[in-house]
T-cell receptor, first 113, second 116 residues
């Protein structure tokens, strides 16, 4: 079956512009995560959605970052007034249920010029 | 708070040699532990996971890892390296128990190079 998909695969934007990144999780997966991977570094947790529960936003680095998810479907990560330090690969993952592994998408490479 | 340390940001081995990638964790509760592999320009793929069953875990592509509570380690090994194993490897931890299985805490990664 289809895996986690993300769009766009690459995004170049000017400093100060807003960007929106999309994640389509695996169908039926109740949990969805966003991570950020800066060049040469590990992944940083950003936000976690589980069904209709309030999302865990504890990893969002600033109020310029926000994310939404409708039900158990698509999620969008929005970065407002982008800064050069926002340049990174943004990875989305989904999970079927408790004690199940996370399946990762290919990521969106964001470059802020 | 949980954390993960991967010793060695770069490891280089000869084809056919033993692969050993080190991972140590800190966690106040028994954790779940994972190894992921990332090939160039691709997302992460799960190699194996430990979720409090057998301490020696076998994964895909001939990799295995052993959970050692006394050493707080979860090192990844493969008896014989193949050129196709060249990639970046990430160790990750998440606290076990109800409500704890939300986010993964990742190590900084180890880039494995395999030379002929």
């Amino acid at each position: 079956g289809a895996g986690v998909s993300q769009s766009p695969s690459n995004k170049v934007t000017e400093k100060g512009k807003d960007v929106e990144l999309r994640c389509d999780p695996i169908s039926g997966h109740t949990a969805l995560y966003w991570y950020r991977q800066r060049l040469g570094q590990g992944l940083e947790f950003l936000i976690y959605f589980q069904g209709n529960s309030a999302p865990d936003k504890s990893g969002l680095p600033s109020d310029r970052f926000s994310a939404e998810r409708t039900g158990e479907s698509v999620s969008t990560l929005t970065i407002q007034r982008t800064q050069q330090e926002d340049s990174a690969v943004y990875l989305c993952a989904s999970r079927a249920g408790p004690e199940m592994e996370q399946y990762f998408g290919p990521g969106t490479r964001l470059t802020v010029t | 708070a949980q954390s993960v340390t991967q010793l060695g940001s770069h490891v280089s081995v000869s084809e056919g040699a033993l692969v050993l990638l080190r991972c140590n964790y800190s966690s106040s509760v028994p954790p779940y532990l994972f190894w992921y592999v990332q090939y160039p320009n691709q997302g992460l793929q799960l190699l194996l996971k430990y979720t409090s069953a057998a301490t020696l875990v076998k994964g895909i592509n001939g990799f295995e890892a052993e959970f050692k509570k006394s050493e707080t380690s979860f090192h990844l090994t493969k008896p014989s390296a193949h050129m196709s194993d060249a990639a970046e490897y990430f160790c990750a931890v998440t606290p076990s128990g109800t409500g704890g299985y939300n986010k993964l805490i990742f190590g900084a990664g180890t880039r494995l190079a395999v030379h002929p």
